[in-house]
């Protein structure tokens, strides 16, 4: 157990060096590289998705407009 008058006194890290900056830069540009590489496959696959509704949606849409259209001026 320690003493009550006792302090804790934080100590300075030695400054980073330019080599360790740098190693430091690329695991981080790796790292966060890697998350967004893997994110592609399901982007892509939403981007497919998005698409296949659209080319399905819009025509029924346009095609409702139509109908609803003909019926207004007969």
């Known amino acids: 157990m320690k003493p009550a008058n006792t302090q804790i006194?934080?100590?300075?890290?030695?400054?980073m060096t330019g080599a360790a900056f740098a190693q430091h830069a690329r695991t981080v540009v790796a790292h966060h590289g890697?998350?967004?590489?893997?994110?592609?496959?399901?982007?892509?696959?939403?981007?497919?998705?998005?698409?296949?509704?659209?080319?399905?949606?819009?025509?029924?849409?346009?095609?409702?407009?139509l109908v609803v259209l003909w019926h207004l001026a007969h």
């Open 34 to 65: 890697e998350r967004i590489l893997a994110e592609i496959p399901t982007t892509l696959r939403r981007i497919g998705t998005l698409f296949l509704v659209l080319t399905i949606s819009i025509p029924v849409f346009l095609a409702g407009l």
């Open 9 to 15: 006194v934080p100590t300075s890290e030695p400054p």
